[in-house]
């Protein structure tokens, strides 16, 4: 099957800062959450940290011209908070600043759009001594934050995204503990929830009051729930699963309200007002999918429910996550019936694999070209359907750090070696080369 994606479709690649930057200690970067969890015994699988990565600080004009040879037309990268705040507030970082207008500017000289995610998971750990997501106060902080990024790099820069997956940062950082700041706490995973919703409302007023040129959105992790048996107990916890994951962040900001279920457990962190600062207009949601979510009743979790990402049997990804493209329209599909049909952005979609070097130095990745066709295949899909997708990114550039999975989760386009840090591009980074220059899906 050939399928034709419009002119003005874009292609991009994505990254964040804590998974390949390294450098946490050098030129004033503060210590953030990731930082202080990687010490934490057994909280990373393989025990590693991100403390050098793919060292992108040093190497990152080498990326840049990874990303020129990819051909993309965009790259959607994370400023790290720790970097420009060290303390969470107070005199930005000059040195970090510095940083990230060498990158724009060098992505600009290669032709290249750069997006900037404002929040990627990697909170100033004078934030958390604060109580981080749990304290109303971050709503102030971050818009503090992102006004400081955007008036710096604004002049160049015309997309900028308030938070990546909220969700994730609420459930696994908050509920389950799997993520910094590793808690598993009701009343944190709640206060979780609506604070991350009020700071990125905080911020799309700051920042539209600064400029209202710049194109402003949010990246959420979206994804149809499934029972993971065919219980009457296993459906209600997919249908509360849905409430708490999708409808949590969606219903807030596009209909002004939480879910009826969600409702009840958030109420005490509203205030007047919060909102209909949640719900002001966008330019574009970025959605993240990478598979659908298979729920069960757990009594002892906090939200009283488990997850996983795949039944018995279902082809997967080596992070076990079920692999089938169908997820993928039928998210896209849902937000232009149920969320009326904003402009979407695939800001992450992507696939880890056991990739190994061939005798001929190559990474031969035909199982993540696969993938990215299929999930390809979907969006265009949707768009035959009526959903208004403007554009995919590739997660991820690199190999990098895969948060408490370290560095055996392989999602990269390009492969590093880890002990060298040297960089070489798979089979399916030529692959998606040759899509961004044709926008012809084969």
Same mark, same amino acid.
Request: hydrophobic fraction near 40%; charge should be negative; aromatic fraction near 12%.
């Given at each position: 099957?050939?399928?034709?994606?419009?002119?003005?479709?874009?292609?991009?690649? %994505?990254?964040?800062?804590? $998974?390949?930057?390294?450098?946490?200690?050098?030129?004033?970067?503060?210590?953030?959450?990731?930082?202080?969890?990687?010490?934490?015994? !057994?909280?990373?699988? @393989?025990?590693?940290?991100?403390?050098?990565?793919?060292?992108?600080?040093?190497?990152?004009?080498?990326?840049?011209?990874?990303?020129?040879?990819?051909?993309?037309?965009? +790259? *959607?990268?994370?400023?790290?908070?720790? *970097?420009?705040?060290?303390?969470?507030?107070?005199?930005?970082?000059?040195?970090?600043?510095?940083?990230? !207008?060498?990158?724009?500017?060098?992505?600009?000289?290669?032709?290249?759009?750069?997006?900037?995610?404002?929040?990627?998971?990697?909170?100033?750990?004078?934030?958390? *001594?604060?109580?981080?997501?749990?304290?109303?106060?971050?709503?102030?902080?971050?818009?503090? +934050?992102?006004? @400081?990024?955007?008036?710096?790099?604004?002049?160049?820069?015309?997309?900028?995204? @308030?938070?990546?997956?909220?969700?994730?940062?609420?459930?696994?950082?908050?509920?389950?503990?799997?993520?910094?700041?590793?808690?598993?706490?009701?009343?944190?995973?709640?206060?979780?929830?609506?604070? $991350?919703?009020?700071?990125?409302?905080?911020?799309?007023?700051?920042?539209? $009051?600064?400029?209202?040129?710049?194109?402003?959105?949010?990246?959420?992790?979206?994804?149809? @729930?499934?029972?993971?048996?065919?219980?009457?107990?296993? /459906?209600?916890?997919?249908?509360?699963?849905?409430?708490?994951?999708?409808?949590?962040?969606?219903?807030?900001?596009?209909?002004?309200?939480?879910?009826?279920?969600?409702?009840?457990?958030?109420?005490?962190?509203?205030?007047?007002?919060?909102?209909?600062?949640?719900?002001?207009? /966008?330019?574009?949601?970025?959605?993240?999918?990478?598979?659908?979510?298979?729920?069960?009743?757990?009594?002892?979790?906090?939200?009283?429910?488990?997850? &996983?990402?795949?039944?018995?049997?279902?082809?997967?990804? %080596?992070? &076990?996550?079920?692999?089938?493209?169908? &997820?993928?329209?039928?998210?896209?599909?849902?937000?232009?019936?149920?969320?009326?049909?904003?402009?979407?952005?695939?800001?992450?979609?992507?696939?880890?694999?056991?990739?190994?070097?061939?005798?001929?130095?190559?990474?031969?990745?035909?199982?993540?070209?696969?993938?990215?066709?299929?999930?390809?295949?979907?969006?265009?899909?949707?768009?035959?359907?009526?959903?208004?997708?403007?554009?995919?990114?590739?997660?991820?550039?690199?190999?990098?750090?895969?948060?408490?999975?370290?560095?055996?989760?392989?999602?990269?386009?390009?492969?590093?070696?880890?002990?060298?840090?040297?960089?070489?591009?798979?089979?399916?980074?030529?692959?998606?080369?040759?899509?961004?220059?044709?926008?012809?899906?084969?």
């Amino acid at each position: 099957m050939t399928i034709a994606f419009p002119e003005n479709f874009v292609w991009g690649a %994505s990254t964040s800062a804590y $998974q390949i930057e390294g450098a946490v200690h050098e030129d004033g970067r503060g210590e953030s959450i990731w930082d202080v969890f990687c010490r934490v015994p !057994d909280a990373i699988r @393989t025990g590693e940290t991100g403390a050098i990565a793919c060292d992108h600080y040093h190497l990152w004009h080498r990326d840049v011209a990874l990303l020129r040879d990819l051909g993309v037309g965009a +790259y *959607r990268f994370s400023v790290a908070w720790p *970097r420009i705040f060290p303390d969470g507030r107070g005199r930005p970082n000059a040195a970090g600043l510095d940083f990230y !207008d060498r990158l724009v500017d060098a992505l600009g000289e290669a032709g290249i759009d750069p997006w900037v995610c404002l929040y990627h998971w990697d909170l100033p750990q004078a934030l958390e *001594r604060r109580d981080g997501w749990r304290n109303r106060d971050i709503a102030a902080r971050f818009a503090d +934050y992102a006004c @400081t990024v955007a008036n710096r790099l604004g002049d160049r820069v015309s997309y900028f995204l @308030t938070l990546n997956e909220p969700s994730v940062t609420a459930w696994l950082g908050h509920a389950t503990g799997e993520h910094a700041p590793g808690l598993a706490e009701t009343d944190a995973f709640h206060a979780a929830i609506h604070h $991350q919703n009020l700071a990125h409302g905080t911020a799309v007023d700051a920042l539209r $009051q600064e400029n209202e040129g710049w194109k402003l959105g949010i990246v959420l992790s979206l994804a149809p @729930t499934r029972p993971a048996d065919d219980s009457q107990s296993a /459906l209600e916890a997919a249908d509360m699963l849905d409430a708490l994951w999708n409808g949590a962040f969606l219903d807030p900001i596009y209909h002004g309200r939480y879910p009826e279920r969600v409702a009840p457990l958030v109420d005490r962190y509203v205030d007047s007002g919060d909102l209909e600062r949640i719900a002001r207009p /966008l330019d574009l949601l970025g959605v993240n999918h990478y598979a659908r979510l298979y729920a069960r009743p757990d009594r002892a979790a906090v939200a009283g429910l488990a997850m &996983g990402a795949a039944p018995a049997g279902a082809p997967t990804t %080596s992070m &076990g996550w079920e692999i089938d493209g169908g &997820g993928l329209s039928e998210t896209l599909l849902r937000l232009k019936d149920d969320y009326r049909n904003p402009p979407v952005f695939i800001t992450e979609n992507g696939a880890a694999f056991d990739d190994i070097p061939a005798e001929d130095g190559r990474v031969h990745d035909g199982d993540r070209i696969d993938y990215l066709r299929e999930y390809i295949e979907a969006v265009a899909s949707a768009r035959t359907g009526g959903a208004d997708v403007r554009g995919y990114f590739a997660w991820s550039l690199l190999d990098n750090f895969e948060w408490a999975e370290g560095y055996d989760r392989r999602f990269g386009l390009v492969h590093v070696d880890f002990e060298t840090r040297d960089r070489t591009p798979k089979d399916s980074f030529r692959w998606y080369a040759e899509l961004a220059h044709e926008g012809i899906l084969r």
